[in-house]
């Protein structure tokens, strides 16, 4: 590295890193690797990789510094640092230390049974109405027979399902199913997030 311009510039640059780094409140362990290297070629100064000290995986992100990449694309002189993360590896990690935040367990609580497209748009900005309340809705995706979209609730453990045909929507009522005990009422909208806010605590 004696003598050698991109050698002497490569360890400015990883002091400039380094240097900027040190004051900053991180949490994560820093390893500086002369060795490392990247797959692809368009690399032009520092790159990192990222790994969960944790886990027995390998690098879980990475990326590093281009220079004139977007030549390419006809933007010559443009430079930049990119960086790629790895969902599988990711999801493996999660998995291995199980640190999955609860809310993303959290499953639907309430499905709208869909009788069809006059009664979807019905619902459109009812649902949004429940959403914006907190609580997780979703409108099942196309008219099909009751059976199956009560199946959905079932297989999918939504406790919850609204039912709102043409009956429904001359009053401005909602059946509620609950589908743990099988009971079934006409309530308003107000009285559907009420139920679910007081179920969900």
Sequence with gaps: MVGSEAGIRGVEETEYILDRIEPLPLKA???TDLTLARGLNYYTGA????KALDAEIGSITGGGRYDNLTGVFGMAGLSGVGISFGADRIYDVLNQLDLYPEDTLRTTQLLFVHFGEREANYLLPLIARVRAAGIRA???PDAA???KQLGY???NAIPFVALVGEDEMSTGRIQLKDMRSGEQRAVTLDELIATLSE???
């Design 29 to 31: 362990h820093l390893e």
């Design 145 to 147: 027979k009751m059976k």
């Design 47 to 50: 790159i990192f990789e990222v």
């Design 138 to 140: 979703e409108l099942y």
């Design 199 to 201: 179920s969900h605590n």
């Design 153 to 155: 609730a079932d297989a």
